[in-house]
């Protein structure tokens, strides 16, 4: 890969952007606050913001350094899994964990994937809402039980071994998220949910941190009408092909 010759990190944070202006800064404040001991860099990939995301990160590189924040730009939107391809080409970590820049992933529990990894060898960690001490906060009942039931639906048809399925907060081996990123045809709003389903198929070990999902604190959302058509789509592709 193309990790910048004598940087070496043993974690990789992919965070992909789109119109973040208001939260990149802070999310990257939280991720150094929550891992004062740890080797890590921050990778933002950003798809061509037109609401100034990219100068905040250049003003982020100034105060943090340009060896632990890196900005990888790309000209326009072109979907949540090349983001993580683009990433992992300039990563020079041997974990990489892949998160959302709303604030919903809270780096509060990066320690916990790092500890869950450590102690269990595991080739990915996934967060979950949905087992004790996981939850939602900010979302109405109607988004709750669209989520919950969306869930349960695929754990029905597609016994992923794994209680979460369209949560995107994960740490992977490095090797392991290639791997799975070559697998996977989906965009969009599935993509996290054949990743995971993907990992199962191949046997990978699959760990679960509880985790609190915050809906995103400044701007707008991005799931709306058609990625829940995706989404059905998608259960069904994943069905007839695992």
């Not at 193309?2 to 965070?15: D, Q, T």
């Not at 973040?20 to 933002?44: C, G, Q, S, T, W």
């Not at 924040?69 to 020079?92: I, N």
């Not at 990066?110 to 990915?124: C, H, M, N, W, Y």
């Amino acid at each position: 890969m193309e990790a910048a010759a004598g940087r070496k990190r043993a974690y990789s944070i992919i965070v992909p952007t789109y119109n973040e202006r208001l939260n990149v800064a802070l999310i990257v404040y939280l991720i150094f606050k929550h891992l004062p001991d740890v080797n890590f860099e921050i990778i933002i990939v950003d798809d061509g913001s037109p609401d100034g995301t990219q100068d905040i990160v250049k003003q982020l590189q100034q105060v943090y350094g340009e060896d632990f924040v890196l900005l990888r730009a790309r000209p326009r939107k072109l979907g949540l899994g090349t983001a993580y391809l683009h990433g992992l080409k300039h990563a020079s970590g041997e974990f990489v964990v892949i998160m959302d820049a709303d604030l919903s992933h809270h780096p509060k529990y990066l320690p916990s994937f790092i500890r869950k990894q450590k102690e269990t060898g595991a080739d990915v960690v996934t967060g979950t809402r949905y087992v004790k001490n996981g939850g939602v906060h900010g979302w109405n009942l109607m988004r709750k039980l669209t989520s919950r039931g969306a869930n349960v639906l695929a754990q029905t048809l597609l016994q992923p071994g794994a209680s979460d399925l369209t949560g995107s907060f994960r740490l992977y081996k490095r090797d392991v998220l290639e791997d799975l990123i070559s697998s996977c045809v989906s965009k969009g709003y599935v993509f996290q949910m054949e990743m995971i389903v993907r990992a199962t198929r191949k046997g990978y070990h699959i760990e679960e941190v509880p985790i609190t999902f915050v809906d995103r604190v400044f701007g707008i959302s991005k799931l709306g009408g058609s990625e829940i058509v995706e989404y059905l789509k998608g259960l069904v592709y994943l069905l007839l092909t695992t």
